[in-house]
């Protein structure tokens, strides 16, 4: 790898966030590189959407830095943050129900981007994202009238028309079956490379992730329990025990054989 | 950009203006009709601003009578007091309720309040101010009231110049809205009013969007406090309270259509003429606005113009699939922003 590719855009340090007496997160430390595709799991409640949250700016933490490209970022407002290229994909998509699903990819590129285009431009934009997520032919609808799974690609699209360095990704394929899965992680792998997009990608669904990411990061009550490739953290018995659980072992295994094959 | 008629997104505000202004020509040996006319135009812009408050930046403000009484009471006792002249006396008045709304505006943001808990805070703050009013008797003679006479410039004794004066107003709110709604903001307006934490993600400064929308609308509604004052002849706390100036307010804004041009003065003819029949009535007037108001919340949220919109839009939908073809043809070159146009103008920008 080129010294450029390695270059690091994210930097948490020692993060940590309480709710009253609840700390949330605890003194997290994660790296993200220039067009890295890194997965964040975790069991319920480990704090992986606050840290999202967290990075985005919708909550400032108690202690600890948060650095992008060098700068710190913790204090911003979230529409500062999504300026300086962090966008964010929400868990249950959250649209402009007026808006027509061309307007709410184009709120993203007329208010997400330091230098927004003129008009024309924009509207263009927003339909090349439109196009780029597989929803060509419905930019006039209004998005009360799509279902959930496009709704969550309008939300990816208004994400990348921001045009983010690094994309937050928040459970995309929770409630989706294996073939849709699939779908997604081809289009999270075609963003990565088409547009040098870094992800920080957190799942709750293991199979999804194994087999796509160059990283894992796993949190559990706040705080991060393992970090490596796919494969060592299948084989971390801290992991295994302490949240995967029994039986997790086999689903693994299948998966090692598939990413070392690859 | 170039390409577009620069003007044709104002011909509604334009036509409303021509409308209105013929209003006094008819009316003129009735000064009772005139004076209804006048305050209709207020009540309007009033409307205006409350719904750039509520309506876009679901900031539910309130005081507006609280905004307009700044005004009128800040320009009355600002030339009584302090020996300002009318004009200068107006434009401090106006800043000052400017400051005010953009403060209340402010905290709401910073301390993160829901719409229902600005709705109490202000609605606090319109209890402050009448009991300011009352409190301050040296300056405001308490109940009792003002008699603005000879203190403003000179409204009262001039009924057909005030009708216009407070028409160009009622015009200029609505070309200022209109302008907003067109340009890029109106986009972000939109949205914020959506979803304001998707907005926030999609970049959109929120604060500051609520707080300018705040100071704009505080601004035209004590711009009209004031003049109601001079034209009124006589002021008094509760000719500022909530139920003389916001319910009115919001069964307008709720009758006409939130978050469209035309809602707020539509709004106010019909709010205008339901209030003349019921007049005779006396007390029984406020039953009746609180049932209305009820019934609004409960079936009518959409209000007159978007009604008459979507009846518009399904006759030519229906006249559209009679001849499919060109129907098709014609829809694909358009542009999908234009596709509603009350409150949108023809572009995002």
Redesign the interface.
């Known amino acids: 790898m080129s010294p450029q590719s390695e270059e690091i855009l994210l930097r948490c340090c020692e993060v940590t966030k309480r709710f009253g007496g609840l700390v949330v997160l605890w003194e997290v430390n994660l790296e993200v590189r220039r067009g890295s595709l890194i997965g964040l799991i975790g069991p319920n409640g480990a704090g992986k959407t606050t840290l999202l949250n967290v990075i985005?700016g919708?909550l400032q933490p108690d202690s600890g830095r948060v650095e992008f490209l060098g700068r710190l970022i913790n204090g911003l407002?979230?529409?500062?943050v999504?300026?300086l290229g962090i966008g964010?994909v929400?868990q249950i998509p959250?649209?402009?129900?007026?808006?027509?699903v061309?307007?709410n990819v184009?709120?993203?590129v007329?208010?997400?981007?330091r230098k927004?285009p003129?008009?024309?431009e924009?509207?263009e934009e927003a339909r090349k994202f439109l196009t780029l997520v597989g929803l060509e032919g419905k930019?006039?609808e209004r998005v009360g009238k799509l279902n959930t799974q496009e709704k969550r690609l309008v939300d990816l699209a208004?994400?990348l028309a921001?045009e983010p360095r690094m994309l937050l990704v928040d459970e995309l394929m929770s409630g989706l079956s294996l073939v849709e899965m699939e779908r997604y992680t081809t289009l999270l792998r075609r963003i990565r490379e088409q547009l040098g997009v870094a992800i920080l990608w957190v799942e709750h669904v293991m199979e999804a992730i194994l087999g796509t990411v160059d990283e894992v990061v796993v949190l559990d009550h706040g705080a991060v329990i393992a970090q490596g490739s796919p494969a060592e953290i299948a084989q971390d018995p801290l992991v295994i025990e302490a949240y995967l659980g029994t039986g997790a072992r086999e689903v693994l295994g299948a998966h090692m054989g598939y990413a070392g094959s690859s | 950009?170039n390409a577009r008629p620069v003007l044709s997104h104002m011909l509604p505000v334009l036509g409303t203006g021509i409308a209105l202004a013929a209003v006094p020509l008819f009316v003129r040996e009735s000064g009772y009709v005139l004076r209804i006319a006048t305050f209709l135009l207020m009540l309007a812009t009033y409307a205006v601003g409350f719904n750039l408050l509520f309506g876009h930046t679901r900031q539910l403000f309130l005081c507006i009578g609280v905004l307009a009484g700044t005004g009128a009471y800040g320009s009355v006792l600002l030339v009584r007091n302090a020996g300002l002249n009318p004009v200068a006396a107006i434009a401090v008045a106006v800043a000052i309720a400017t400051g005010l709304g953009a403060f209340l505006s402010y905290v709401g943001v910073r301390r993160g309040f829901g719409v229902l808990f600005v709705g109490i805070v202000t609605l606090a703050v319109s209890l402050i101010f009448q009991n300011l009013v009352l409190g301050l008797r040296k300056y405001t003679n308490g109940e009792t009231g003002i008699v603005t006479q000879g203190l403003g410039v000179g409204l009262a004794e001039n009924p057909v110049q005030a009708y216009y004066i407070l028409l160009a107003v009622l015009v200029a709110a609505l070309a200022v809205y209109q302008e907003i709604m067109g340009s890029?903001h109106g986009?972000?307006l939109?949205?914020l009013?959506?979803?304001e934490?998707?907005?926030?993600?999609?970049?959109?400064?929120?604060?500051r969007y609520k707080v300018g929308v705040a100071a704009l609308a505080a601004g035209f509604i004590s711009l009209v406090g004031a003049l109601f004052a001079d034209w009124n002849g006589f002021i008094s706390p509760s000719l500022f309270s909530v139920g003389h100036v916001d319910i009115p307010v919001l069964i307008v804004l709720l009758l006409g259509g939130m978050?469209t041009l035309l809602g707020p003065v539509v709004g106010a003819i019909v709010f205008t003429i339901v209030d003349a029949i019921v007049r005779p009535f006396g007390q029984l007037t406020v039953l009746a606005y609180g049932v209305l108001l009820v019934a609004l919340f409960l079936v009518f949220r959409e209000g007159t113009v978007t009604l008459l919109q979507r009846g518009w839009e399904m006759v030519q939908s229906s006249t559209q699939r009679g001849q499919v073809g060109r129907g098709v043809a014609a829809d694909e070159d358009g542009d999908?922003?234009s596709?509603r146009t009350n409150s949108r103008a023809k572009?995002?920008?």
């Open positions: 985005s919708l407002p979230a529409h500062a999504v300026r964010r929400l959250r649209l402009f129900p007026h808006l027509t061309e307007e184009l709120v993203g007329l208010f997400g981007r927004p003129a008009r024309e924009a509207q930019h006039r208004r994400a921001t | 950009m890029r986009l972000a939109h949205a009013s959506d979803d934490v998707s907005a926030e993600l999609s970049g959109i400064d929120v604060a978050r999908p922003l596709q572009s995002p920008y």
